[in-house]
């Protein structure tokens, strides 16, 4: 007589499935929280309950389980809901939005441009290292024009740290005007320098 294999019980994971998923995202236990969130990118509504998911969302493990749904997603809309994170007092919490903006490099790229205009310099700051996953022509213009216009020394060096990878001829004039107006900051001239002969040396 054959056997008849059980069905396994139902995991975490397929809790979060189906009409239960949003209920599970929202208002689960922290496992069926993950588990909905790892499952959340495939639905058609998935964007939206994971943007409010990861409002109001404390667990880190959840929250980077959220963040790595939206960076499948992948549309600058995901982008969208991943920006505000940027600006967590929680540095894990910025470090996590920030790979998963780099994780969806053409989305986060299109908001690259108004990133590097924030007001919070530590946006802007961030900011370069998304320009650092971007192409090389739409990445350099955008840091260039950075650092002609950058008050803040240390959002400069990370411009130029990434021109210094990514920069070509045409970027090394803005890169000595930067130098010279913060000319009492050694570690900027020195990166500066270092960018300098870095390109020249292409």
């Known amino acids: 007589m054959p056997l008849v294999r059980k069905p396994s019980a139902p995991g975490p994971a397929a809790v979060a499935e189906g009409a239960g998923l949003a209920e599970s995202l929202l208002r689960g236990t922290d496992e069926e929280r993950w588990a909905a969130a790892r499952n959340a990118f495939e639905v058609p509504d998935g964007l939206a309950l994971l943007s ?3 409002s109001r969302e404390h667990i880190p493990r959840v929250r980077e389980a959220i963040f790595t749904a939206l960076a499948k997603i992948g549309t600058p809309e995901a982008a969208s809901a991943v920006l505000p994170h940027l600006r967590s007092d929680d540095a894990a919490q910025r470090t996590a939005s ?18 590097l205009r924030d007001p919070d310099q530590d946006v802007r700051l961030l900011a370069c290292e998304i320009a650092r996953g971007l192409a090389a022509d739409d990445a350099g213009r955008e840091l260039i024009a950075l650092i002609e216009r950058e008050q803040k020394a240390n959002v400069c060096a990370a411009a130029v740290e990434v021109l210094a990878e990514i920069g070509t001829s ?33």
């Open 52 to 54: 409010e998911a990861l």
């Open 98 to 115: 920030l790979d998963a903006l780099r994780a969806m490099p053409a989305a986060a790229g299109r908001h690259l441009p108004q990133l």
């Open 170 to 202: 045409s970027s090394l004039p803005a890169l000595a005007r930067c130098g010279a107006r913060f000319p009492d900051d050694p570690f900027l001239a020195f990166a500066v320098k270092a960018a300098a002969d870095r390109i020249g040396s292409r």
